[in-house]
């Protein structure tokens, strides 16, 4: 059984920025992408960012483009997401997940067999 853990939420004003990780253990862990969701009240898990394990090659919402990045350290088992010139819309639970091959296909959250519990980001105006 894989485990993730995100952590690295937290209240930021608007403009400013956070790092989010989320750390794997269990059973060998090498899946073949991670993502990031997050999902606000009342809305349906939205797809924010995918990145494959080995290669890195990486997808991102039209909505965090430009401001959203998306790492991964093999070594520690580790997924990030840095988030700079935050808004308010971008206030949610964030969700990192991992996957086989078939994420590359869709942005569906329901393509991806690991969860972890979440972390709240909230923007302030």
């Known amino acids: 059984q894989v485990q993730l853990v995100e952590s690295g939420g937290g209240l930021v004003q608007a403009g400013g920025s956070l790092r989010l990780s989320c750390a794997a253990s269990g059973r060998v862990f090498s899946p073949f992408a991670m993502g990031w969701f997050r999902q606000a009240p009342g809305k349906e898990r939205e797809f924010v960012a995918r990145?494959?394990?080995?290669?890195?090659?990486?997808d991102y919402a039209d909505s965090v483009k430009g401001r959203f990045t998306i790492s991964r350290d093999n070594a520690k088992n580790t997924l990030y997401l840095q988030m700079n010139s935050l808004k308010p819309e971008d206030t949610a639970v964030y969700y990192c997940a991992a996957g086989g091959p078939r994420v590359i296909a869709t942005r569906s959250p329901g393509a991806y067999d690991y969860w972890g519990q979440g972390t709240q980001v909230t923007v302030s105006s």
């Open positions: 990145i494959t394990w080995s290669v890195g090659s990486t």
